[in-house]
Every structure is written in structure tokens, then in C-alpha cells.
């Protein structure tokens, strides 16, 4: 893939960059929608994984994750944050960049951000600095086990009003399924649906006029959750 770009690159058909940094925000807008690359600066970039910040803390390529977020007339609805870690974390917060957005997608898929990193610290900076209504936990059932539930904890005791979406069911909210009608879903594709896996399935984000219409809808979402699982972590207190 990687010489076919470099191929249609040089021929002219298209432009191959092989890095997101802060001088992107803007050129990739679509329509209304402005995209905004909020990390990494060029200089962490440049620097690359391996090396150590102005604060002499170790880069690793989840340091430098591309934290994308979008906004429509003004109001910064998504951040997608890839897996940035604590380092790259601190890093965006110190640029004075401002990470606030509607819906979120937790970084790492709610598992562990680094072996020195304690989740709960970390997810208490992600929390405050975000302050999303939606988190949403891109997960596969079965696979390393996420999210933690000291993560969807953390989120409780920070964001009590905030809701949680795992697009597949964790291993942690239930050994087996209980039933398997998901007749919330919203039909999109979900690789989850074909092995009988979904939580939240595939989500769709639909934007209104100043509003925000996030599937599957919450109550038939929480009628779900409250059916299929025995320990429900996004429910609990």
C-alpha cells in the first residue's frame, strides 16, 4: 500500500502525507464540518517515538496519536482521540489546546494507557479536560478484556450524567449473553451483530439544526443493557 501511494503521489493523482499534526487543522474540512487536528504539534512529531518532550518524559507513538475533533457551526460535537497516553495528554493541555466536545471516544478502548500510567489518574484528566455528555468505547468482546471497570468508574465519579456506549458487549458486564435480540441497533454494520457480540453497535451521530441525535436511541439502548447483562458497568453508580 505504502509504494502504491508513494507511486500515486508522484504521478500527481493524490497526496500522500504520512503525518496529522496541529498545521492540519482546517485543510480536511468536509462542507460544515471543520476538523481540527488538536495533537501532536509538529515539534512532537518531529521529535518521534523514542525521544522525550520539553519535560524530558518519553514519547511513544501513542504519544503522538492524532487527536482529531469535529465541529459544525461552532460547536465542537466529536473528539476522536486515537490512543494518545498521559505524555501526550499533558502535552495537548499544555499547548492550551481546548479538547472539549458532545461525544468522545475513549482512548485504548478503555483498557490501559501505558504500564506506568495509573487509569484512574489519567482518566480523570481525559474526563475533565473533554467533559463529554457521550463516551463511546470502540471495543471487541473478548479482546483484552475492556473497558476496565476502574475506567467506567472513574467516568461515573467525575461525569455522573454522562452516558457510555461500548460498541460491543465486554466480557466484564457479562460472561454470557442473555439474549440476543438487538433490536435497538441501527442496522449499520456492526461486525459485533454477525458473531451475536453488540452492545451499542455501530453508532450513528446525526446533526440537526443546533441539535444532536445520537443511535441507538438511550431507552432502547438501556432496556438492552438492563436484559442482556448480569453486571452492567455503564449503569452502575
Given amino acids: 500500500m505504502t509504494y502504491e501511494l508513494d507511486l500515486a503521489n508522484k504521478k500527481g493523482r493524490l497526496q500522500f502525507n504520512v503525518a496529522l499534526t496541529t498545521n492540519d487543522t482546517g485543510k480536511l474540512d468536509k462542507g460544515k464540518i471543520h476538523i481540527e487536528v488538536l495533537a501532536p504539534t509538529p515539534y512532537l512529531a518531529a521529535k518521534g517515538p523514542g525521544s522525550t518532550d520539553r519535560h524530558s518524559r518519553t514519547l511513544t507513538s501513542n504519544s503522538l496519536s ?36 458532545s461525544i468522545a471516544v475513549f482512548p485504548h478502548h478503555g483498557g490501559s494507557t501505558g504500564k506506568d500510567t495509573d487509569p484512574v489518574t489519567f482518566t480523570k484528566k481525559f474526563c475533565k479536560a473533554v467533559k463529554p455528555e457521550v463516551v463511546v ?54 461486525r459485533g451483530k454477525e458473531k451475536d457480540k453488540c452492545c451499542a453497535g ?6 440537526g439544526q443546533g441539535d444532536i441525535r445520537i443511535s441507538p436511541d438511550e431507552s432502547s439502548h438501556k432496556m438492552f443493557i438492563e436484559k442482556a447483562t448480569s453486571n452492567p458497568l455503564c449503569l452502575k453508580e
Wanted: proline share 5%.
Fill in 66 to 101: 492524532a487527536v482529531v475533533r469535529l465541529t459544525k457551526d461552532g460547536s465542537p460535537f466529536a473528539l476522536l482521540p486515537g490512543d494518545i497516553d498521559e505524555t501526550g495528554l499533558l502535552n495537548l493541555l499544555e499547548e492550551k489546546m481546548d479538547p472539549c466536545a
Fill in 137 to 190: 468505547f470502540s471495543n471487541g468482546r473478548g479482546e483484552h478484556a475492556t473497558p476496565r471497570e476502574v475506567v467506567t468508574q472513574t467516568i461515573r465519579q467525575v461525569l455522573p450524567k454522562t452516558r457510555i456506549m461500548c460498541t460491543q458487549l465486554s466480557e466484564n458486564c457479562a460472561a454470557e449473553l442473555r439474549i440476543k435480540e438487538f433490536t435497538h441497533l441501527t442496522g449499520k454494520f456492526a
Fill in 202 to 207: 455501530t453508532i450513528v451521530v446525526e446533526l
